[in-house]
C-alpha cells in the first residue's frame, strides 16, 4: 500500500550525531515537527532550531516552501534564522579582525536566503553594513597592508553579504545615503582595487541606477565615463562586463534630452573603439552576460536614431529644405542660381526636373516625401551623409538611373526612404532591449557612424538588385522584399565587420536567392499527387515518433536554467533533467553554469512524471503572473513555461532559447500523451517527411539494395598517396 500523500520521507542530520530517518507528516505545523526531532536528540529550546536543505543552498524550510521537500530528501536540524541572524549581527562587530572576517564570510553564504534575509534585515543589519562600509574600510585596508593578506577579503565579503541581502527586494534602494554611494564610487574609481571588491561596487552601482532615479543623479554626479574606461582595458572578462553594464544603466536611465550628450562623451572617449580591440577581438570567447550587455548598447545606440526617426520634415523649414539643395548641388555639380538668373516658372522647371531624376516621388516639393514617420528626417540625413562621405557611388546611382528612358530606372529618393524604415525595423529602433536577448552584431563596432554605414552599404545592394530584377516602379515591393532578405541572410552569418557584410552581400546575388527560395521550396512542391499525399501520411506517424524520441532524449540529457532576478548579473541557475526510464524529473539548483550534463545524483529534487497535472505557456505561468514579473517583458513570456503538480503546485521555467523551450514543451506533452504543437516540431516534421518522402521515390528500377551494409575495407598498407596541398 502507497504511503499517504501527505507523509515524506527525510534523513535528517545534526552535527557529532548519527543521521536520522523519519518520516514528516505535512499536516502537523512545522514547529511541531522541529520539537520531535530535538526531543530526538535530547535538545531543549526548540524554538531556537530551524530545518534546512543539506545541499549547496542550505535554504530554511518554512512553512511556505515546505511543501518543496521531495521523499528522499536530506535535511540538516541547524540554528533557527532569527537566532543565527542575531548571532551573526553580533559577530561582525567583533573586536577580533579573524572572528569580523569569519562572520562576513558566513554572512555573505547565508544571506542568499530570503528566509535569513529577513531575519537579519529586521535586526537592521543593512544599516550596520553601510556604516562598516562608510566608517571602516580605511581601517581594514591599512591592516591589510600591515597584517595579513585575508583583511583584504574583509570588503570583499561585506559588500557580498549586502549585494545578497538587497537582492531580495525587501528594503528599498532610496534609503541609501550620499556618503554610502560616494564610498562604493570610491572602489570603482580607484585605479588598483581588489577584483571582488570592484565586481560588487559595480553591481551596486548598476542596481542602484537601476531601481532609484534619485540614485541614479547622485550616482551620475560621482562616476563618469572616463573613470570607468580603464576597468574596460583590463583583461578579466568579469569586470569588463560588471563595467558595461554600468554603462548601459547609467544610459538607460538618463533623461532623454541627456543621452545625445552621453553619447557625444562615449565617442570622446573612444568607448566604442576600446570595447572592440579589449572585449570583442580578445582573445576571449564572449560569454553570454557580456554577450547580452554589447546588445544592450547596440539597441541603446540605435534608440538615439528614434527621435530623428519620427520627426517629421516641416516643408516650410528652410534650413530642412537646404539639404535637399544640397543633394541636388552634389548630384548634378550645380550651384544655387541667383535670383536674377531667369524666370521663376524656369528655376521650378528646372527644379522638378532634378527632384524627379533624384527619385522623390513628389517633385515639386520633395520635403512632402519626408513627412511619413517612421523614417521621417532619418531618411534624410542619411542620404547626405551618403551623397556626403560615399560622394562617387552616389553620384553614380543618380545619375546612373536618371539618364535611363526604358522605365528601369531605381528612385534614389524614394528607395532610400523606404530602405530606412526597413532598417529601422530590422535593428528595432525605438523598442527596449529585452532582458534575455544577446543578439550583438560585431560590425556595429567597428565605426563611429554604423547605422549610416550600414545604410549606405544597402542602398548600392538595392540598385544592385534593382538591375539584375531589371525592375520598374511597379515591382518596387518586390525589390524591397528581396533586399531585406539579403540584408536578414547576411546579418545572420555575424560579419565581423562592414567589409565582411559588404563581401557577404555580393555573394547574395539576385540570382543566388533565387536559387536558395528554389532550394527551399523544393520541400513544398511536386508532392501534392494523391499518391503522393497518402504516402505522406503513412509515413508521418513514424516521423512524429522519431520528433518524440528525439525530444525525451533531450529531455534526459538535461538543461540549464536561469532564474531571473532583478539583477542580472547576480543570476542563479538551476539544472533539470529527465530519467532515463522517463518517469522522474530531477533538478536542483547550481552555483554557476555548467559545462556539461549534471548528474542524476548531484540534483536534489524529484518530480514523477505520473505526478505531472499539466504544461502552461506564456502568460498562464504563474511566475508570469505575479506582479511586476520580469516587467512583463515580452520575449520572456515567449520563453517562459511551468509544470503543474498535485494541488496548485508548479515549477517554473525559462527557457535559454526559443529551440530549447520548443524541445521541453514538446518532451512534457509527449511525456503527458499530448500533442507536440511546437514550431520547431513542424519544422522537423517538414525537413524529416520530405527527405523520407525523397529517399522513397529514388528511381530505384534494377538496382539492387543490400540486406546488409558493404564491409568497411582494409587499411592501405601505405599512405603515400596523401597530398599535402598546404
Known amino acids: 500500500m502507497p504511503p499517504p500523500a501527505d507523509i515524506v520521507k527525510v534523513a535528517i542530520e545534526w552535527p557529532g550525531a548519527f543521521p536520522k530517518l523519519m518520516e514528516i507528516d505535512q499536516k502537523k505545523p512545522l514547529s511541531s515537527i522541529i520539537k520531535e526531532v530535538c526531543e530526538g536528540w535530547s535538545l531543549g529550546n526548540h524554538e531556537n532550531f530551524a530545518l534546512q536543505h543539506a545541499d549547496v543552498t542550505n535554504f530554511y524550510i518554512t512553512e511556505k516552501n515546505r511543501n518543496e521537500i521531495k521523499n528522499g530528501a536530506i535535511l540538516r536540524l541547524t540554528s533557527s534564522p532569527a537566532h543565527t541572524a542575531k548571532q551573526l549581527h553580533e559577530r561582525i562587530q567583533s573586536s577580533s579582525m579573524d572572528a569580523k572576517l569569519e562572520a562576513l564570510k558566513d554572512l555573505a553564504n547565508s544571506s542568499r536566503d530570503i528566509t535569513f534575509a529577513q531575519e537579519f534585515i529586521n535586526l537592521d543589519g543593512i544599516t550596520l553594513l553601510t556604516q562598516m562600509v562608510e566608517s571602516g574600510t580605511e581601517r581594514y585596508q591599512k591592516l591589510q597592508k600591515i597584517m595579513k593578506p585575508c583583511f583584504g577579503d574583509m570588503l570583499s565579503f561585506t559588500l557580498t553579504a549586502f549585494v545578497e541581502l538587497m537582492d531580495h527586494g525587501i528594503v528599498s534602494w532610496d534609503t541609501f545615503s550620499l556618503a554610502f554611494i560616494k564610498k562604493i564610487a570610491s572602489y570603482v574609481n580607484k585605479t588598483a582595487m581588489d577584483v571582488a571588491v570592484l565586481q560588487r561596487s559595480l553591481a551596486i552601482l548598476e542596481s542602484m541606477v537601476l531601481n532609484s532615479h534619485d540614485?541614479?543623479?547622485?550616482?551620475?554626479?560621482?562616476?563618469?565615463?572616463?573613470?570607468?574606461?580603464?576597468?574596460?582595458?583590463?583583461?578579466?572578462?568579469?569586470?569588463?562586463?560588471?563595467?558595461?553594464?554600468?554603462?548601459?544603466?547609467?544610459?538607460?536611465?538618463?533623461?532623454?534630452?541627456?543621452?545625445?550628450?552621453?553619447?557625444?562623451?562615449?565617442?570622446?572617449?573612444?568607448?566604442?573603439?576600446?570595447?572592440?580591440?579589449n572585449v570583442i577581438r580578445s582573445n576571449k570567447p564572449i560569454n553570454a552576460e557580456m554577450a547580452h550587455q554589447l546588445y544592450v548598447l547596440q539597441v541603446l545606440t540605435f534608440n538615439l536614431l528614434e527621435d530623428r526617426m519620427m520627426t517629421k520634415m516641416d516643408p516650410q523649414d528652410q534650413a530642412q529644405r537646404d539639404i535637399i539643395f544640397e543633394l541636388r548641388r552634389i548630384a548634378f555639380d550645380v550651384e544655387c542660381e541667383p535670383n536674377n538668373s531667369g524666370s521663376i516658372e524656369k528655376r521650378k522647371s528646372m527644379y522638378t526636373r532634378d527632384y524627379k531624376k533624384l527619385g522623390f516621388i513628389n517633385h515639386v516639393n520633395p520635403a512632402v516625401d519626408f513627412t511619413q514617420i517612421p523614417p521621417g528626417m532619418l531618411a534624410l540625413d542619411n542620404m547626405l551623409y551618403f551623397a556626403k562621405h560615399h560622394q562617387d557611388a552616389y553620384i553614380r546611382i543618380v545619375l546612373e538611373n536618371s539618364s535611363r528612358e526604358d522605365k528601369h530606372e531605381c528612385p534614389f529618393g524614394r528607395s532610400s526612404i523606404e530602405l530606412t524604415k526597413m532598417l529601422c525595423e530590422i535593428l528595432k529602433v525605438g523598442e527596449p532591449p529585452s532582458e534575455t536577448c544577446h543578439d550583438f552584431h560585431p560590425m556595429f563596432f567597428t565605426h563611429d557612424r554604423s547605422f549610416e554605414e550600414f545604410f549606405c552599404i544597402c542602398i548600392q545592394l538595392l540598385n544592385k538588385t534593382w538591375k539584375e530584377m531589371r525592375a520598374t516602379s511597379e515591382d518596387f515591393n518586390k525589390v524591397m522584399q528581396v533586399v531585406k532578405e539579403q540584408i536578414m541572410r547576411a546579418l545572420n552569418t555575424k560579419p565581423n565587420s562592414l567589409d565582411q557584410f559588404k563581401s557577404k552581400l555580393q555573394n547574395l546575388s539576385y540570382t543566388e536567392i533565387l536559387k536558395l527560395r528554389q532550394s527551399e521550396r523544393m520541400n513544398q512542391e511536386d508532392f501534392q499527387s494523391r499518391p503522393i499525399v497518402e504516402l505522406r501520411e503513412k509515413i508521418q506517424p513514424e516521423i512524429m515518433e522519431l520528433i518524440k524520441q528525439q525530444r525525451l532524449n533531450r529531455l534526459c540529457e538535461g538543461t540549464c536554467f536561469r532564474k531571473i532576478s532583478s539583477r542580472r548579473r547576480q543570476d542563479k541557475f538551476w539544472y533539470c533533467r529527465l530519467s532515463p526510464n522517463h518517469k522522474v524529473l530531477h533538478y536542483g539548483d547550481l552555483e554557476e553554469s555548467p559545462q556539461g550534463e549534471v548528474p542524476h545524483d548531484s540534483l536534489q529534487e524529484k518530480l514523477p512524471v505520473a505526478d505531472i497535472k499539466a504544461v502552461v505557456t506564456g502568460k498562464e505561468c504563474p511566475h508570469m503572473k505575479e506582479k511586476g514579473a520580469l516587467k512583463q517583458n515580452k520575449e520572456v513570456l515567449e520563453l517562459a513555461f511551468s509544470v503543474l503538480y498535485e494541488s496548485d503546485e508548479y515549477l517554473n521555467f525559462i527557457a535559454p532559447d526559443k529551440h530549447e523551450y520548443c524541445v521541453w514543451t514538446d518532451g512534457l506533452n509527449a511525456l503527458l500523451g499530448k500533442e507536440m504543437g511546437s514550431d520547431l516540431t513542424k519544422s522537423d516534421l517538414d525537413t524529416l517527411l520530405n527527405m523520407e518522402m525523397k529517399l522513397r521515390l529514388l528511381d530505384l528500377e534494377n538496382i539492387q539494395i543490400p540486406e546488409a551494409p558493404p564491409p568497411i575495407p582494409k587499411e592501405p598498407s601505405n599512405y603515400d598517396f596523401v597530398y599535402d596541398c598546404n
Not at 543623479?217 to 568579469?238: C, F
Not at 554600468?246 to 538618463?254: D, E, P, S
Open 215 to 277: 540614485l541614479y543623479q547622485k550616482v551620475a554626479q560621482e562616476i563618469t565615463i572616463g573613470q570607468l574606461i580603464p576597468h574596460l582595458q583590463g583583461t578579466d572578462q568579469d569586470i569588463q562586463t560588471y563595467t558595461i553594464a554600468v554603462i548601459n544603466a547609467l544610459f538607460l536611465k538618463a533623461p532623454v534630452e541627456r543621452r545625445q550628450e552621453m553619447s557625444h562623451i562615449l565617442a570622446q572617449k573612444q568607448l566604442r573603439s576600446i570595447i572592440l580591440s
